[in-house]
């Protein structure tokens, strides 16, 4: 690398973390506050996801310069705010003090266990260097969501509704663009789609979600608490995982503690800026999934449970959710449906193929949790992956009684958590451990919790010193799951440990290397009917169209009221010739039950097949020809 593309790149690196943590830290400023970390990322966070909708509202494409510009915009205005909040606190009263407000005594203030933190921190930075993005639904959902936004310069295509939008974007869903946004900086910045750059995120919101649990503990307890909140959150390698995914588990879990710690330091000093921090959290969660509105909604609970004055409640409102009601009302405006994939029961339309589709890789419904064995195997995933996090639970069950402040915020975050968990195991498509990424803020909150009532347990020295030993082994016993996840390291021999986290997409993504070399040497292989979510971007290089199955361009395929003639003829004018299907029992026998391809009308083979697809050609002769 020559000197001037150093320097090039190690601008555009120093662009990168500067839109990630500037406008934050002037926006702090205007709000009066300390700097921290946290409140830094999660305003930087949220001024990304304003700026991606603005820019998307407006029609003005979005890239590097036009997000650099909303940034600065924003740093200017935040700045010159400041300045005139910095005139008149000479003459009125200081700023809100926070007793944690030391940058990065997360990091520097760990006593006993700075080494096993620090031994942790290096498995976290090793994951995000050598395995970024590793989250299964990265391919086709939140990092393919970021490069088709640059690469159109638009997000008119999205939520996808014509043919032409679903050759964009292949899912039939409506998230907000919150980890998009993310995501878009990252390679806008690196001025490529570079996955290791958006690990730059990844870092923060891990340095960030600790800055929070730090300060939420310390709030309670004082430093004490606040040392063993931190290294219980390290010693829940689910949460952990949660973090590095690269998806919207890593957002929702620094929000609801970034409306926590706000809302509490809020109630402790009256200090509106302290609302401000809750506000900005608020709009960060609201942007991460379809059900973001519940976190601007858990900031009023928060404050209705503290008995705030109906002006704080208003004023908390009045920040949050402009921006966290945008995207639901323009999707509402596009679709009908502000949750577009959601059936919310009935009210508003939906796709119902696609609904029925999803279906075949789902969990399938709530009455799985219902057996015992799930219940076992939840367990099991738990006492492997968060052992700490039941001790904090139980802690919280224990402390309810007092009824104290701290206790009911956790308890309603801890109940808004499981509630969107349990709500979500239906729509699930990766097992039931999949799953239990969604309860990262539950793990987040617990911690805080947990590091809360060690402090303020009533035991003896003695005790005090055994339970701060069981404490640092069990973040050591769980550094090798925190390193493997999601496989079992005591399963896999200690070689394979660095680099097996980063199985599954390795091994998703050579099968779809075997079947691009095999269409590209097929006839006609130029368009291809499909329910593969990760081959609109596997195949961009080949030039291959993917239409979803449940596009409108062939919503005709599945109508059985059309005449099996006519349907054969529509597919010979369509272009199509093969059909990719994921290789499963379930999917194949959807298709055939919906599809209108009859015999002697469709001719249908077994092309080619491997572990991870099935190709099938189908071909309607004309009528002379049968």
């Known amino acids: 690398m020559g000197a001037i593309e150093l320097l090039s790149t190690a601008g555009r690196v120093a662009l990168l973390f500067a839109g990630l943590l500037g406008p934050g830290a ?46 600065a915009l924003v740093s200017l205005g935040a700045s010159w705010l400041a300045t005139r909040q910095a005139g008149k606190s000479r003459a009125s009263s200081p700023p809100p003090a926070d ?182 959290a608020a709009m960060v969660g609201a942007g991460a999934r379809e059900y973001g509105l519940v976190f601007p909604g858990h900031g009023l609970v928060l404050l209705l449970l503290l008995r705030a004055p109906r002006r704080a409640v208003l004023g908390f409102a009045a920040a949050a959710l402009p921006l966290a009601l945008a995207w639901p009302l323009r999707t509402w405006i596009l679709t009908g449906n502000p949750f577009y994939s959601l059936d919310v029961a009935g009210w508003f339309p939906v796709d119902r193929f696609f609904i029925d589709w999803a279906a075949t890789i789902s969990l399938g419904s709530h009455h799985l949790l219902a057996t015992p064995a799930a219940w076992r195997e939840i367990v099991r995933y738990l006492l492997l992956c968060a052992p700490a996090a039941a001790f904090c639970w139980l802690a919280l069950f224990f402390h309810m009684r007092r009824r104290a402040p701290e206790t009911l915020g956790c308890a309603a975050g801890l109940a808004l ?5 349990y709500a979500s195991v239906p729509y699930t498509g990766g097992g039931l451990f999949y799953s239990l990424r969604v309860l990262s803020p539950a793990f987040a909150l617990g911690a805080a919790f947990g590091g809360h009532a060690l402090a303020v347990a009533d035991w003896g020295a003695t005790y005090r010193r055994a339970a701060d030993l069981v404490l640092g082994a069990v973040l050591l016993a769980t550094l090798p799951v925190s390193l493997t996840l999601p496989h079992n390291p005591y399963h896999l021999r200690v070689a394979a440990w660095p680099d ?41 290089s080949t030039g291959i169209t993917v239409v979803p199955l449940w596009s409108p361009e062939v919503a005709w395929l599945f109508d059985h009221r059309l005449p099996p003639d006519e349907v054969a003829r529509r597919w010979r004018q369509s272009g199509l010739r093969y059909v990719v299907m994921t290789h499963s029992p379930k999917q194949l026998e959807f298709l055939a039950r919906r599809a209108v391809w009859l015999v002697p009308f469709f001719h249908i083979r077994r092309e080619w097949q491997s572990d991870g697809y099935v190709v099938l050609e189908v071909t309607a002769p004309p009528r002379e020809a049968r």
């Open 417 to 421: 958590t499981f509630g969107l968990w």
């Open 500 to 540: 097996v986290g980063q199985r599954f997409v390795d091994e998703s993504r050579q099968a779809d290397d075997a079947l691009a070399r095999h269409l590209v040497a097929l006839p006609d292989h130029a368009r291809i009917l499909s329910e593969g979510v990760s081959l609109p971007r596997s195949l961009a």
């Open 26 to 71: 002037l926006l702090l400023r205007a709000l009066r506050l300390p700097f921290s970390l946290a409140g830094s990322f999660l305003g930087s966070a949220a001024t990304l996801y304003a700026a991606v909708l603005l820019l998307a509202f407006t029609h003005v494409p979005i890239d590097l310069g036009t997000l650099t510009g909303v940034l």
């Open 99 to 280: 007793p944690a407000a030391r940058p990065f005594a997360f990091l520097a203030d760990l006593g006993p266990w700075t080494a096993l933190y620090a031994g942790f921190l290096l498995i976290l930075l090793w994951r995000l260097a050598t395995q970024p993005l590793n989250g299964g639904d990265i391919d086709f959902r939140w990092s393919w969501l970021a490069e088709q936004m640059l690469h159109s310069g638009t997000l008119d295509f999205y939520p996808p509704r014509s043919a032409a939008d679903f050759t964009h974007y292949f899912w039939v869903e409506s998230i907000p663009p919150g980890v998009a946004s993310l995501h878009a900086w990252a390679y806008a910045c690196a001025g490529a789609m570079r996955e290791v750059w958006a690990s730059a995120g990844g870092l923060l919101q891990l340095l960030a979600l600790h800055d929070l649990v730090w300060r939420l503990a310390h709030h309670w307890s004082g430093t004490p608490a606040a040392r063993r909140a931190v290294i219980l959150a390290a010693a829940t390698p689910l949460l952990n995982w949660s973090l590095l995914l690269g998806q919207e588990t890593g957002l929702t879990a620094v929000a609801l503690l970034g409306i926590t710690l706000g809302i509490f330091l809020w109630h402790q000093s009256r200090a509106t800026g302290w609302l401000g921090l809750a506000a900005l």
